[in-house]
Every structure is written in C-alpha cells, then in structure tokens.
C-alpha cells in the first residue's frame, strides 16, 4: 500500500493546473492503479481562506493527484476513492486532526455520495468541530483577502486614471489559491 514510482514529476499549466509527466503508481490492498503520464492535476482543491492551513500542496501531494484521478476516471466509487486519500494521506504521515479534516472537506466536495447513515455521523464528528475550529480564522482571512482586493482596486483605479494601464481591473482572489 504506497506509491512505487521513483518520484513525482510535474509540468506546469498555468496558475492553477498541473501535468504529470511520470506515471505515478500506486500499489493499493488488491489493486494497483497508475496515474499516466499527461494527467492533468490542480493538487489539493483548497478555499483560499484554508491555505495557511493546508497548502495546495505538500506532503499529500501524491494522494491529492490520485483522489483527483479517481474521481475523474471513476475506476472505484466516489466512498472509495475518498477513503483510498485518507489512507494515502496516513502513509504519508499527515496528523491525525489534518488528516479527517481534509478526508471531512473530500466527503462534503462529493455531496457525501455513497454514504451510509453511519458514514454521514462519523462525518458529523469530525466536521463540526473543524467550522468551529476554523470559523474565526476563515472569517479574518476573507475580510483581509476582500480588504486586499479593494486595495487592489484603488491602485488599479488611480493607474487607470493616470493611463498608465490599459489592464481590465482585478477580480477577488477569494475562492482558491
């Protein structure tokens, strides 16, 4: 149960997505499933308010590039697909707490599809805490990150004024990173 390649390589796109250009593979309980060249990733799909605690990318960078091609290609269910980054994501030594918490973002993403009355408690366990948890930092990041885009704006205006830009004006950097 881990990856066997010799190691992650990828192209960028453009700002927000990523090419594989090694296969990746992974090595599961009775599958394997490899990830081809030439697939394209974005990492870990976080809220730009949420990046100072899980960066796009890190040491679940590999389990975020197998979820996402999981998902796309609908080799297992979208319950295994989630569990399978879980369990990567222990292999990889993310904690406890960051672990659940991104496995809770995961199920919520896929609309909790495929879970039993059991799996929608376990997920209620973990995720209220987490907006409890996170509701103070997410609500100072946003006001800031909205701050930030009207400061933006100003300086976009004043450029606009003096003809120094001919650039269209900034849009809100609020949803991801």
Sequence with gaps: MA????GLVVEELDAKFWRVVNPLVYQGDSEE????AGFRTDFASVPRALVW???????????????????NTNVVSTVDADGL???????FGVSLPRRWMMWAAVRLASGLRGASLGDIAIWLVIAVPSVVFLAV?????QTFLLLFWFVELAFWSASRLTRRTTAPPP?????TA
């Design 33 to 36: 499933f490899v990830i081809p």
């Design 53 to 71: 605690l899980v960066p796009r990318y890190g040491a679940y960078t590999r389990a975020a590039i197998l979820h996402d091609f999981l998902r």
């Design 85 to 91: 980054f879980r369990r990567c994501l222990h292999e």
């Design 171 to 175: 849009n809100p950097q609020l949803k």
């Design 137 to 141: 930092p997410v609500i100072v990041v």
């Design 3 to 6: 990856f066997v390649d010799s």
